[in-house]
């Protein structure tokens, strides 16, 4: 069975770093891109990086471009979403995606 669990959030000032990792379980993660999305509260869920499967291929949201970096370790079945400079704006419920399926999301919350 196909599962996909986030961890790595939490509360963190202005300014600091996180970072998030996505476990991918019952298959084998390095045949498919994977995508990283959040969502904040009362807003819709977005996009915010993605890799390709063999990890030579990245894209982020304008708005983490420069701040955020998206990464993949095969041999662990590990995708990883390094976050710097992290603003109050990113404060969401994050996810990691591969195709219909979702992990159950890891809370960021970027406050002083």
């Known amino acids: 069975q196909l599962q996909l669990v986030e961890s790595g959030g939490g509360l963190v000032q202005p300014g600091g770093s996180l970072r998030l990792s996505c476990a991918a379980s019952?298959?084998?993660?390095?045949?498919?891109?994977i995508g990283w999305f959040r969502q904040a509260p009362g807003k819709e869920r977005e996009g915010v990086s993605c890799?390709?499967?063999?990890?030579?291929?990245?894209n982020y949201a304008d708005s983490v471009k420069g701040r955020f970096t998206i990464s993949r370790d095969n041999a662990k079945n590990m995708v990883y979403l390094q976050m710097d400079s992290l603003k109050p704006e990113d404060t969401a419920v994050y996810y990691c995606?591969?195709?219909?399926?979702w992990g159950q999301g890891t809370q960021v919350i970027v406050s002083s």
């Open positions: 019952g298959f084998t993660l390095d045949d498919y891109g």
């Open positions: 995606r591969l195709g219909n399926y």
């Open positions: 890799i390709s499967s063999s990890g030579g291929s990245t």
